[in-house]
């Protein structure tokens, strides 16, 4: 598929996924969402058993993705509702085999909010705002947003931000717990890619395992999040990478994984 909304760059095992209309402050059309699953597509192609992290960000300094196209949402039917175009994508997301990585850099309003909430890391610039602007439109975040917000900080919070409508900074978001850290805008970039060469240190088997079973935990009830965690643990225990990883720390040297 030929991209004009997604840029997708690779630097070896990270990959940078950009949404690319700063014009319209990286607003997620149809377009958009098809060329990101695309992409999305692409980076689990070419990762191979080596494993990859994706760092996902908005063109330009303004927006990371300030949502929904509003004016193709304008048009969009009850159908289009349920054919869930941009909770899919998200749902993407959250699933991916790799790490994912919000780097917010601006406004992460309604489905640019949800999909840094899909992401398994965020961190933002000093200058990131982020807000549930829907019920404003007559709609309600339908991407995740009710879900996975107040999952992430409970519902107190979840509640008075997308009934309200009212924006958060930076700081804030780093004090309820929905970013892991912020950063001056200049080093945002060069903090997502620390996260990323940090979990690329480590087994990749184990970092897909890891994610799976993590995410369980927000999505099944806890003896099911046992049963995958287990699944998950035993096939780690069936790998090179453990048999490398236990080997190398008791030979006092740095491991070699394999991603198998
Ligand atoms: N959908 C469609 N177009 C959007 C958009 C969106 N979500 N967000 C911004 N745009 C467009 C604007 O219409 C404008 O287009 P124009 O130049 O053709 O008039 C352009 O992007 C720039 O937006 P502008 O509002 O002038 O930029 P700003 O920097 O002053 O404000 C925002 C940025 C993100 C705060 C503001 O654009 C905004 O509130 N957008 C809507 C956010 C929203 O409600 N999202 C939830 C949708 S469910």
């Known amino acids: 598929m030929e991209r004009e909304n997604i840029i997708l760059q690779r630097q070896d095992r990270i990959w940078t996924l950009i949404f690319n209309r700063p014009e319209k402050r990286n607003a997620l059309d149809a377009q958009t969402v098809a060329e990101a699953h695309d992409a ?57 085999t790799w790490p994912v990585i919000a780097a917010v850099n601006g406004y992460a309003l309604g489905g640019g909010f949800e999909l840094a909430l899909a992401c398994d ?4 610039s000093e200058t990131a705002v982020f807000g549930f602007p829907e019920t404003g439109l007559g709609i309600i975040p339908g991407a995740g947003g009710t879900q996975r917000l107040a999952r992430l900080v409970g519902l107190a919070l979840a509640k008075e931000l997308i009934l309200t409508g009212d924006r958060i900074d930076a700081r804030r978001a780093l004090a309820a ?5 912020v950063t001056p805008p200049d080093q945002l970039g060069a903090a997502a890619t620390g996260y990323a060469q940090r979990i690329l240190s480590r087994g990749p088997l184990a970092v897909r395992m890891a994610k799976l079973a993590t995410n369980a935990a927000a999505q099944t009830p806890l003896q099911a999040g046992l049963l ?30 394999k991603g198998r």
Request: aromatic share 6%; charged share 25%; proline share 1%.
């Open 177 to 181: 717990g929905v970013v892991s850290a």
């Open 228 to 257: 995958v965690e287990r699944m998950a643990q035993a096939i780690c225990f069936a790998s090179e990478d453990k048999a490398e990883g236990t080997r190398a720390f008791l030979e006092k040297r740095k491991a070699q994984f």
């Open 40 to 96: 999305l597509a692409e980076v689990e192609r070419e990762a191979g058993e080596a494993g990859a992290v994706v760092i996902v960000r908005g063109a330009g300094d303004q927006a990371f993705v300030s949502g929904a196209d509003i004016s193709q949402l304008h048009k969009r039917t009850p159908y289009d509702a349920l054919a869930s175009i941009n909770q899919g994508l998200l749902t993407a997301v959250d699933n991916f």
């Open 121 to 124: 890391i965020r961190v933002a």
